[in-house]
């Protein structure tokens, strides 16, 4: 109840100043490009008779293996590499995440790879901490987080999908697309042993990962790196706040633990920009123990110092990238290699899970998938529908990202601060935004609602008891630094489809083509 009084109150002043300011993205031409050209005279293995193409078996491909394979089709993957992934990625399955796991008949995949159920979060700024519960009275006691090896939730969702009979799961490379007049026919592939084949199917759904090859000829990508995360692993000691994930304010920007088995911790330490200190000539150590150490909870701290001497550390670039597909007959774009967003908040599996969920409820009806441009224009309702969820989330993540991290701006630093006081508010204060983050709840305006009553709350803080004509000039620069944060964020998602996903164009809501 309360929720919805904040949300009336902050919606309507906010809504008319977000279209003023941000207008109606609207659909970005839909003008078409030809994929690649495909190479000469290789051989046409197998029956013949496959409808999906999967090209990738990561995180989205095998679980949309699985997903359509369960729905009768004949899929085939083709993954680069089938042996036990080892990354720093995907480790932390939010409790939305968890409910599409689910719905697709998945949830045994985070079974027997000693994964630990995750409750929350935990927030540390200064010598504070705050502990926001995901909101999961109403759900079956099983819903929670989960956090696990990345590699080995992999192999299960991998395994999983390989038992079913009409699922061919191969080892390949795929090296370009098969196009013929602006549809995609299939892939050209190369096996490990360098020979080159062709794969042909109504269907070729591209779920190469965050470095896609594939992706240039089926979506612009405007890709962001605002930081890199460095990984290190943590042993031998407990976590302040048990089975919560642990995000940590710190300078310059944030660090996150959480348990990845019942004797691991992940340390992902943010380091703003593309470039990392060298890990080989012993910069990042040095930088890990003199600028961040001093930063990590005391109960962590030997293990940090620990993980660092035993010199496993890892980086990966944090990639965001909006959705800007150019809907192509014959193929289609999931996971990374569609869409990414900063890793802070743990979204990009639950976006490529409830994306799989929307996918496989449209093909659902559809016997015959050989009209390739009939079905080009019935899939077209994938991009609005999927946008409540992953547009929240995304939006999330950015916004998150940037109120999380330190600036020489006083008015930005407020604004963090005023964010960690609102979390600690507790009520609907911590669980609105944590249903959020968490996937349990992702509506848009639900979203912009607090991140303005974050910066409202800011701004009271600042002007009570006493205000000051130099507290009243941060407070504004507070205003429209919330501003200056969300609204591209969200100018970048598609605000029509986002917030007004019923005034989308009749086609993108097309009825089944069969
Ligand atoms: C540092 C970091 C931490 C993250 N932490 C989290 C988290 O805690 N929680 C969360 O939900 N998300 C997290 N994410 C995001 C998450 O990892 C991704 O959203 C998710 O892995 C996307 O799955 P995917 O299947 O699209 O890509 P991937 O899982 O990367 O799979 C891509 C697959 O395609 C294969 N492939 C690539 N090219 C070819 C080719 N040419 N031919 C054949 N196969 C190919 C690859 O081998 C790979 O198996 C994190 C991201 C980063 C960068």
Redesign the pocket.
Known sequence: MADQYLLGAVVASILGFLLLHVGFHGWKGRARRTAGKCGSGPVVPGDGGTEVII?????????LAYALGKDGRRVHV????LSE?D????????PG?YLKLLELGLEDCVDEIDAQRVLGYALFKDDKSTKLSYPLEKFHSDIAGR?FH?GRF?QRMREKAASLPNVRLEQ????SLIEENGTVKG?V?KTKSGEEFKALSPLTIV????????RRTLCSPKVDVPS??V?LVLENCQLPFPDHGHVILANPSPI?F?PISSTEI?C?VDVPGQKVPSIANGEMANYLKTMVAPQVPTELHDSFVAAIDKGSIRT????SMPAAPHPTAGALL?????N??H?L????????LSDIVVLRNLLKPLHDLHDAAALCKYLESFYTLRKPVASTINTLAGALYKVFSASPDQARNEMRQACFDYLSLGGVFSSGPIALLSGLNPRPLSLVAHFFAVAIYGVGRLLLPFPSLERLWIGARLISGAAGIIFPIIKAEGVRQMFFPATVPAYYRAPPVN
């Open positions: 090209v990738g078996a990561g995180v989205a491909g095998s679980a083709i993954e680069r590499d992934p990354r720093i990625v995907g480790e932390l399955l939010q995440g956090s990345n992999i390949g490379t795929v090296t892939v592939y779920c190469d990962g965050c470095f896609s090859n594939l890199c995360f990984g996150l959480y992940r992902l990966m670039p944090n990639r999931m996971g990374d290699a569609f990414m967003r890793p908040t743990g979204g990009g599996m639950t976006v490529a």
